[in-house]
């Protein structure tokens, strides 16, 4: 019988001397992986030694990476008998030997190694002018076993269960594709509620995908918010109505159009992250109330921009409560300095939020309501917009 030829070892990537150099190269490693933490320090010696650790956020609890290793390191090095001079070529052998007994370590001079130690919950301290890097196993996952988790049981099916916070079910999926190839992507929703998305991939699988999988995101994030908030539905509806109106009679091309009715109808998508409660509230907000309702333009934009598709339109959103004097918010934007889109969307839903029913208030009439817009032509609103409005409204 033929003997199997013997399969070749990895070849090995050794660390440099340069700290520098081992990080931009850790770096271009990890790239897309907002799980993996750089943390950069300073060992207290004379002449003081720059380091960096590095580990996996959802693998190891913050408190353990940051208290039981930096914190020991910081303050053992000050301790040490004053025969012990801590340098550049020693600096991991007095960490491993002195300083950090209490726990497992492994010292290292591949990158490969490196990065399989970290991706399987070790903590990486690499220092400058030393070829190798120091590896601590301290345990302490903020996650659980790779088990059916006791608050959702299942009938049948796989016993893996995602139904914690995002660094649990993190830990779950690195510690079953231990690959810096599993690319992690956060997406934050929410100045308030602090809402993380993360989005996973295996690059060089489905890394052209992720447009389409951002975009998932988004539809799921729209579906969500309207489904809870019919009343917000159908005010979208309406102001992306008139919008495409004072479009077409301002001329607008019709891809200007399409962006126009595609950024009227989301324009208000980062109101998601307001409670319910305060958007239908019915007695006057609070100073804190109202600073949350004025963050949903730049929440909105921050949804927007994360997709593609949607990244041209995301000014649009984040300036529909822009003045044309210059006193709106976020930015304080002014006139022309103001995307026409925005200055359009702006108008259209002043008109149908005056014209219609809400819990807090009764709706005006068309006169009434008109009359208030033009008192505002050239204050809040663009005056050209403004008399473009009338012209609509009676025909």
């Known amino acids: 019988m033929l003997k199997k030829p013997a399969q070749a070892p990895p070849e090995k990537h050794p660390l440099a001397t340069s700290l520098e150099q081992n990080l931009t190269e850790l770096q271009k490693i990890f790239d897309l992986c907002a799980d993996i933490v750089f943390r950069k320090f300073t060992l207290n010696c004379e002449p003081s030694i720059n380091a960096v650790a590095v580990y996996t956020d959802s693998m190891i609890d913050e408190k353990i990476g940051s208290e039981t290793i930096l914190k020991a390191i910081m303050q053992e090095t000050t301790s040490l008998p004053d025969n012990v001079q801590i340098t550049k070529s020693n600096a991991h052998q007095i960490l491993q030997d002195r300083l950090l007994t209490t726990m497992s370590t492994k010292d290292t001079n591949d990158f490969l190694e490196l990065v399989d130690f970290v991706l399987k919950g070790g903590v990486a301290i690499v220092i400058d002018g030393s070829p190798r890097a120091l590896i601590c196993f301290v345990g302490g996952s903020p996650g659980r076993s790779i088990e059916e988790p006791v608050t ?36 934050e929703v929410g100045a308030i509620s602090k809402t993380t998305v993360a989005l996973c991939y295996i690059k060089g699988i489905v890394s052209s995908e992720r447009g389409r999988i951002r975009q998932h995101i988004l539809e799921t994030i729209k579906t969500s918010f309207y489904g809870n908030n019919p009343r917000e539905q159908q005010h979208a509806e309406q102001v992306s109505e008139l919008s495409v109106k004072l479009g ?6 019709s891809e200007r159009l399409r962006e126009l009715q595609i950024a009227s109808n989301l324009h208000d998508i980062g109101k998601i992250t307001i409670k319910k409660t305060t958007l239908e509230k019915t007695q006057p907000l609070s100073p804190d109330e109202w600073q949350e309702i004025k963050r949903h333009a730049e929440n909105g934009y921050k949804i927007l921009s994360s997709v593609n598709k949607y990244a ?15 006193t709106g918010y976020p930015a304080g934007l002014k006139g022309d300095g103001i995307p026409l ?12 939020y005056m014209t ?24 809040q609103f663009d005056p050209v917009i ?8 009676n025909e």
């Open 152 to 187: 959702e049981p299942v009938v049948r099916g796989p016993r893996d269960g995602f139904v914690e916070d995002y660094k649990t079910n993190l830990s779950l999926i690195r510690r079953r594709i231990k690959s810096s190839r599993l690319k992690v992507e956060l997406l």
């Open 248 to 253: 077409e009679a301002l001329k607008l091309s």
């Open 312 to 326: 041209g339109l995301a000014e649009f959103v984040l300036a529909h409560h822009e003045c044309y004097d210059g």
């Open 341 to 352: 889109a925005a200055r359009i969307i702006a108008t259209a839903e002043a008109y149908i």
């Open 356 to 379: 219609s029913d809400w819990p807090y208030r009764s709706r005006k009439s068309v006169a009434e309501a008109i009359y208030e817009i033009k008192m505002q032509a050239g204050k």
């Open 386 to 393: 403004v008399d473009v409005l009338q012209t609509i409204l």
